[in-house]
């Protein structure tokens, strides 16, 4: 056996990596042992360096009746033990910016609430630490998005980051849910739907053995109402718009596309379980619904009301997506296709296709041609 060599500890490595007692690479922002992993990577603040240490020839000091000397007395106070930038992170103003400035645009189509998105965020970012970090997420997945065809590695950095502000914002979410009656609506809205969205878009979130990824994203969106727990009026408008206030009848040139649904009450033909037949009947309401406003309102509307349908089908017709029942499956298509004509989202990109995809490999030819064969001709990937 050799001699072992001797191991030099690092002092300047992550906490995180210092805290497990494994040797830190210290890549910036994220070190390679923390992204691996998924796991918070912080360091350190870097030390403060004297101004007077960068210097080669030490200057020396103001003669004490020099004009000079009269205005550095201005500034006599010491300095603070803890210094305004410490703590400066150039990664998070990277990603307020990228928000700020581009991705604020990705949360609605109607251009004169595109500035509640723009100005009510970052408000709420400075009060409530889960709105700052969902924010951060979704700018960084954007960012992700925006690289991954030109640019993989400068994408993957993105994706690491998104990864770790998005459990850092499911983590502060929690944290304050049990005081939610005292939280600012907005903020619980903001966050649940970045969430949400994150959830739906993130490359990261692999599909459950063939499941559509639908059933991991309903969930969070269908989670909303209920975390907002009776404030819903209390929204701003913009945020959630009330689609009351829609026009009832939209212009000719901007009418939805969507084909008419098939008769799907045909679909609870030959289901003997009475709560199953309930779920499949209320949930087939529920989109119809959904499309009629969907084909109702004007092209401004059509994100809200894309979002409709997720917060009004029951419980057990979730159950019922989960356990793959073809006729569930076959109604989620159809859903599908409402975000296959939103145009020029990143978030929702050529999701829609893969979601057919999947629910034809389940359901099989015969389903797919009864069915889901006017959506193979029709839909169209959406580039992001």
């Known amino acids: 056996m050799g001699p072992i060599r001797p191991h030099k500890k690092s002092r300047t490595g992550c906490k995180t990596c210092r805290g497990r007692r494994v040797k830190c690479d210290e890549v910036h922002p994220i070190c390679s042992n923390?992204?691996?992993?998924?796991?918070t990577c912080v360091y350190d603040p870097p030390p403060r360096i004297e101004v007077q240490s960068l210097l080669s020839t030490p200057t020396p000091p103001p003669k004490p009746e020099s004009p000079s000397y009269a205005f550095?007395?201005?500034?006599?106070i010491p300095p603070s033990p803890h210094p305004v930038f410490s703590h400066l992170d150039l990664t998070r103003l990277e990603l307020f910016h990228q928000y700020s400035t581009e991705t604020y645009r990705s949360f609605s189509n109607h251009e004169p609430w595109l500035p509640v998105w723009r100005d009510a965020v970052p408000k709420l970012c400075i009060e409530y630490p889960f709105v700052l970090y969902a924010t951060l997420?979704?700018?960084?997945?954007?960012?992700?998005?925006?690289?991954s065809a030109k640019d993989p590695r400068r994408s993957q950095h993105y994706?690491?980051?998104a990864t770790s502000y998005y459990n850092e914002a499911s983590f502060a979410l929690r944290e304050a849910l049990p005081r939610r009656q005292s939280l600012e609506p907005n903020a619980l809205f903001v966050t649940s739907s970045f969430i949400a969205i994150y959830v739906f878009?993130?490359?990261?979130?692999?599909?459950?053995?063939?499941s559509p990824r639908a059933l991991t994203w309903l969930p969070v969106l269908r989670g909303i109402p209920a975390l907002v727990s009776g404030n819903w009026d209390n929204i701003t408008d913009g945020l959630a718009p009330p689609l009351r206030h829609a026009p009832q009848h939209a212009p000719s040139e901007s009418r939805s596309s969507l084909p008419p649904l098939p008769p799907l009450h045909q679909l609870t033909d030959g289901v003997e379980d009475e709560a199953d037949k309930i779920a499949y009947t209320d949930a087939i309401k529920a989109l119809e619904m959904a499309y009629s406003m969907h084909q109702r309102v004007s092209e401004q509307f059509w994100v809200a009301a894309a979002f409709v349908w997720p917060v009004k089908i029951p419980e057990g017709f979730i159950k019922l997506l989960i356990r793959h029942e073809p006729r569930a499956l076959v109604l989620l298509a159809h859903y599908g296709a409402m975000f296959s004509k939103l145009q020029g989202f990143w978030w929702i990109?050529?999701?829609?296709?893969?979601?057919?995809?999947?629910i034809e490999r389940i359901v099989g030819e015969d389903w797919t041609k009864v069915?889901?064969?006017w959506a193979s001709k029709d839909w169209t990937g959406v580039g992001s």
């Open 371 to 373: 069915w889901l064969g």
């Open 137 to 147: 997420a979704i700018s960084a997945l954007h960012l992700s998005v925006k690289h």
């Open 159 to 161: 994706q690491v980051l």
């Open 72 to 76: 550095l007395n201005l500034f006599s």
């Open 34 to 39: 923390c992204a691996r992993r998924e796991l």
């Open 201 to 210: 878009a993130c490359p990261a979130v692999a599909e459950r053995h063939g």
């Open 349 to 358: 990109g050529s999701r829609a296709r893969e979601e057919l995809e999947i």
